[in-house]
């Protein structure tokens, strides 16, 4: 449990998902991380690394186990509110990704009134747009999001702070949240990167992930080792291109989850190293 960013209850929810009590696992969860069913798929399980029952044979499949508790368990949210009418405040939200989501889900359980300000026409930030459909179903993540927003929550899209409306008019509010998101692609700063045939890969998994229609050549390589560099090549595989994966370190470096590359090897994906 100390290993986990969300600061998931693992003893707790594991105990509870080995009694088969599934709803009661899935509230326990609930109570730190609004979103068990994206991060039972995407997660890179720091936790499985530190859990204690690798130094008996393996580790406990922790991420699995959260996935199947969130698939298993009711989509009720549970009453987990604890805030006071009287101390309720106005907050502003710019960002409908996981922080924003986030922050207005425990807001609002903390009994504040949130309204979220979202540029794209749909939330959800980069679990929509920047994680493939074969990692994270959308309709996983419409139910995770639907959960949140009924609780309730007010979300305006298609409007950029800034341009639809002013930060004078967010300051109406009681307090301002800013989670628009780091959507930067790292340039490699060489002469050729800005011709047409090359992508970005931000840029492109948005494109994949909006159902556009994207037309590969025969061969594509990917620049890079990390996750989003695997979502691109098996997001490129599976439009029908030959798919090279080049990366100047070692196999043994990448930082991508290990899992992904395995699985990049074995749909398909060829490697090349230094």
């Known amino acids: ?34 979103f068990p069913g994206v991060c039972g798929r995407v997660c890179f399980h720091p ?33 987990l509110r604890i805030g006071r009418d009287r101390d309720s405040k106005k907050i502003a939200i710019v960002g409908a990704g996981p922080a924003g989501l986030s922050c207005a889900y425990f807001l609002t ?25 074969y990692r994270l179903p959308k309709s996983v993540l419409k139910r995770e999001i639907q959960r949140i927003i009924d609780l309730p929550i007010q979300v305006k899209t298609n409007v950029n702070v800034g341009k639809d409306i002013s930060f004078d008019e967010l300051y109406r509010f009681d307090a ?22 090359v992508w970005k890969g ?27 560099a695997m979502d691109v090549a098996r997001s490129a595989l599976r439009l029908g291109s030959k798919v090279t ?10 930082p991508a989850i290990h899992d992904e590359i395995v699985e990049a090897e074995e749909e398909g994906v060829r490697f090349q190293f230094l």
């Open 1 to 34: 449990q100390e290993s986990c960013p969300a600061g998931n209850p693992i003893p707790q929810f594991l105990y509870l998902a080995t009694d088969g009590r599934y709803d009661e696992a899935l509230q326990a969860l609930l109570k730190e991380n609004p």
């Open 47 to 79: 936790c499985e690394a530190d859990c204690n029952r690798g130094q008996y044979d393996e580790s406990v499949s922790i991420r699995a186990m959260e996935r199947y508790v969130s698939d298993r368990g009711s989509s009720q949210l549970p009453n």
């Open 109 to 133: 359980l903390l009994g504040h009134q949130a309204t979220i300000f979202e540029a794209e026409r749909e939330p959800g930030g980069v679990m929509r747009w920047g994680i493939p459909g």
């Open 176 to 197: 301002v949240f800013l989670s628009p998101g780091a959507r930067l692609n790292a340039p490699l700063s060489i002469e050729g990167e800005e011709l047409k045939r």
């Open 202 to 228: 931000g840029d492109f998994l948005e494109r994949v992930n909006s159902k556009e229609k994207v037309t590969l050549g025969k061969e594509t390589i990917v620049i890079g080792g990390g996750n989003t």
């Open 245 to 254: 994966v080049a990366y100047r370190r070692t196999k043994s470096e990448m």
